[in-house]
T-cell receptor
Framework: RKEVEQDPGPFNVPEGATVAFNCTYSNSASQSFFWYRQDCRKEPKLLMSVYSSGNEDGRFTAQLNRASQYISLLIRDSKLSDSATYLCVVNNQGGKLIFGQGTELSVKP | NAGVTQTPKFQVLKTGQSMTLQCAQDMNHEYMSWYRQDPGMGLRLIHYSVGAGITDQGEVPNGYNVSRSTTEDFPLRLLSAAPSQTSVYFC????????????FGNGTRLTVT
């Protein structure tokens, strides 16, 4: 079983839709969590960190459920420019940052 | 600041050849790491380092060696390239404290024939 798992998608949604991605992790000692965005095989870029109390950045909301060992990303009012692959990242003990396989999002007009 | 610099951007090797992918960062980051990305597999951690002189294996270390003689540099060596090592390689660094995000290089596209 992979340490970090995501639904690979693709998710095809119309503009304006709300879309949610989930990610599960296997190491209960994991310490920090992130969502990254990757465009067309370019380098991944940080979208947002995920804090225990949940956090929001504009149209993006991230949540962490330590008991169930999953994190989520909600995108409201999807834009064409949101089309990308979204990567869940977990920082395990010892500093290893492990990526999920990514979820592809395609927003259509 | 240049950030994280990877060279080369593209490389073609024949099976059995050796080469070193270079990675340098100018942000005084303690943590550095190498990932490979294959279609449908996401990024998989090859090796990482939490400081100069310290390296450790990631998820897929076989066939790769690393060293960290300075804080700035973290080269990845392929001693005998195999077609299975055809991939896109990303180097990344971070300050190393909890919740610190990764800064990525632009990637190296390697093809082994």
């Amino acid at each position: 079983r992979k340490e970090v798992e995501q639904d690979p998608g693709p998710f095809n949604v119309p503009e304006g839709a709300t879309v949610a991605f989930n990610c599960t992790y296997s190491n209960s000692a994991s310490q920090s969590f992130f969502w990254y965005r990757q465009d067309c095989r370019k380098e991944p870029k940080l979208l947002m960190s995920v804090y225990s109390s949940g956090n929001e950045d504009g149209r993006f909301t991230a949540q962490l459920n330590r008991a169930s060992q999953y994190i989520s990303l909600l995108i409201r009012d999807s834009k064409l420019s949101d089309s990308a692959t979204y990567l869940c990242v977990v920082n395990n003990q010892g500093g290893k940052l492990i990526f999920g396989q990514g979820t592809e999002l395609s927003v259509k007009p | 600041n240049a950030g994280v610099t990877q060279t080369p951007k593209f490389q073609v090797l024949k099976t059995g050849q050796s080469m070193t992918l270079q990675c340098a960062q100018d942000m005084n980051h303690e943590y550095m790491s190498w990932y490979r990305q294959d279609p449908g597999m996401g990024l998989r951690l090859i090796h990482y380092s939490v400081g100069a002189g310290i390296t450790d294996q990631g998820e897929v270390p076989n066939g790769y060696n690393v060293s960290r003689s300075t804080t700035e540099d973290f080269p990845l060596r392929l001693l005998s390239a195999a077609p299975s090592q055809t991939s896109v390689y990303f180097c990344a660094s971070s300050p190393g404290y909890q919740n610190s995000p990764l800064h990525f290089g632009n990637g190296t596209r390697l093809t082994v024939t």
